[in-house]
């Protein structure tokens, strides 16, 4: 039998998070806490969920892979045309939220969204494994299939035709995204839900940083 839900709780004792350790830069922070993951063998620490809204304003989300970060912003990859990609050119809005519970931490991001460039996206899909890019090709991610036979048999149509190359060329569906923050929260988990939460807010070109109650 199912334990009821609502008795199911954690108590999180792991660390705190006073505003006065945190870095002025958020994505400094965010380093830092990214490398604690690393450090403490998180699996797969650059895992985030990705909330978008469709053209009817409906938000859905799901969980892609961190690319790359830096002063611009948080870059990932994906078909440009699944539904993700058609929500965010409907919407060039979105949010992401890391979650590492081996250190009962969460990240928070929110902001404006635009293509990588395409020479970005080729080096980075140039450098996957040889059958990740075959699957890039391969997929039309978010289409409706008949069957999984569909894909295996394109997979394989393409491991012949490529079967000489160690790369293919990049798809022109395919490529990679920034996300440009204006807002980015860290969350440290406290015992008693009385939680840590620290938020920076870009106001006329600066950060501002800012205590939250949980």
């Given amino acids: 039998m199912i334990k009821n839900v609502a008795d199911l709780?954690?108590?999180y004792t792991a660390a705190t998070l006073d505003i006065a350790d945190t870095a002025a830069d958020p994505i400094h922070q965010f380093e830092h806490w990214f490398a604690d993951a690393i450090r403490a063998e998180v699996k797969e620490p650059n895992a985030f969920t990705l909330a978008t809204t469709n053209a009817e304003g409906r938000p859905r989300a799901r969980v892609v892979l961190l690319k790359g970060f830096?002063?611009?912003g948080f870059v990932f990859y994906t078909?440009?045309?699944s539904a993700k990609a058609e929500e965010l050119l409907a919407h060039p809005y979105a949010a992401m939220n890391f979650f590492w519970?081996?250190?009962?931490r969460q990240v928070r991001i929110e902001g404006k969204?635009?293509?990588v460039s395409e020479e970005t996206s080729?080096?980075?899909?140039q450098s996957r494994p040889k059958g990740s890019q075959i699957g890039a090709w391969a997929s039309p991610q978010s289409k409706i299939i008949t069957d999984r036979a569909v894909l295996d048999a394109e997979m394989e149509r393409l491991s012949q035709q490529y079967a000489s190359e160690e790369v293919l060329p990049l798809p022109p569906h395919w490529g990679g995204y920034l996300i440009r923050p204006d807002l980015i929260e860290f969350w440290q988990g406290r015992r008693s839900r009385l939680h840590?939460?620290?938020r920076y807010r870009l106001e006329n070109g600066l950060w501002l940083k800012e205590l939250l109650a949980p």
Wanted: proline residues 0%; charged residues 45%.
């Fill in 122 to 125: 080729r080096a980075y899909f």
């Fill in 101 to 104: 519970y081996d250190l009962e």
């Fill in 9 to 11: 709780r954690q108590e």
């Fill in 196 to 198: 840590d939460r620290v």
């Fill in 70 to 72: 830096d002063q611009n």
């Fill in 113 to 115: 969204i635009e293509k």
């Fill in 79 to 81: 078909n440009y045309s």
